[in-house]
């Protein structure tokens, strides 16, 4: 099985700040079509999650460009440019290429 | 807009079964692959299943094979699981949520979830 391991587990953020979330996999998420199935997703209080990122770095639909994704084989961040209040919650990696498997997840705050 | 409503969660017993129910709208269902994904009280998401957009492919979580089935009706835009054999463990809010286009890809909008608990 495939592990997602995230860091940090929580963080507190001032708004306007610079958020920063690292996931790593325990094998690489580099499929043999050439694609990497590393996906994000938040978890608003008291709301199911919501995809955020697909596939390492694309922004799916709605998403604010304050947020992106990046990484590659196993090393993926989630940078948040500016956190906004909406922005609290609880933000999980996911990979796709064997099933899907989510981090652990990583409890982001307000200041 | 994309919706699915997840019902058919409640209390049972160990060792009884309960079907889960999700209704969809707003997106052709039919050419969508349909994933169940759960959540234990207090922890993350635990994917539980994926259905292909026709029914001819199910891909099982090692934690309920043999014992849920997923099925789907394309006519009633609605799909299906099954669960037996339950245990404590499996109590969690069970999520419904929309896969990708004619593909056996990742979800992305989920329900609000219908909530399960097994106890005596």
């Known amino acids: 099985d495939i592990v997602m391991t995230q860091t940090p587990l929580s963080l507190s953020v001032t708004p306007g700040q610079p958020a920063s979330i690292s996931c790593k996999s325990s094998q690489s998420l580099l499929y043999s079509d050439g694609r990497t199935y590393l996906f994000w997703y938040l978890q608003k209080p008291g709301q199911s999650p919501q995809l955020l990122i697909n596939e390492v770095s694309s922004r799916f639909s709605g998403v604010p460009d304050r947020f992106s994704g990046s990484g590659s084989g196993t090393d993926f961040t989630l940078k948040i440019s500016r956190v906004e209040a909406e922005d609290v919650g609880v933000y999980y990696c996911?990979?796709?290429?064997?099933?899907?498997?989510f981090g652990q997840g990583t409890k982001l705050e307000i200041k | 807009q994309v919706q699915v409503v997840e019902s058919g969660g409640g209390v049972v017993q160990p060792g009884r079964s309960l079907r889960l129910s999700c209704a969809a709208s707003g997106f052709t269902f039919s050419s969508y692959g349909m994933h169940w994904v759960r959540q234990a009280p207090g922890k993350g998401p635990e994917w539980v299943v994926l259905i292909s957009h026709d029914g001819s492919n199910k891909y099982y979580a090692d934690s309920v094979k043999g014992r849920f089935t997923v099925s789907r009706d394309n006519s009633k835009n609605t799909v299906y699981l099954q669960m037996n054999s339950l245990r404590a463990e499996d109590t969690a809010v069970y999520y419904c949520?929309?896969?990708?286009?004619?593909?056996?890809?990742?979800?992305?909008?989920w329900g609000q979830g219908t909530l399960v608990t097994v106890s005596s």
């Open positions: 996911m990979q796709g290429i064997h099933l899907y498997t």
């Open positions: 949520a929309k896969g990708e286009w004619l593909v056996d890809g990742r979800p992305d909008y």
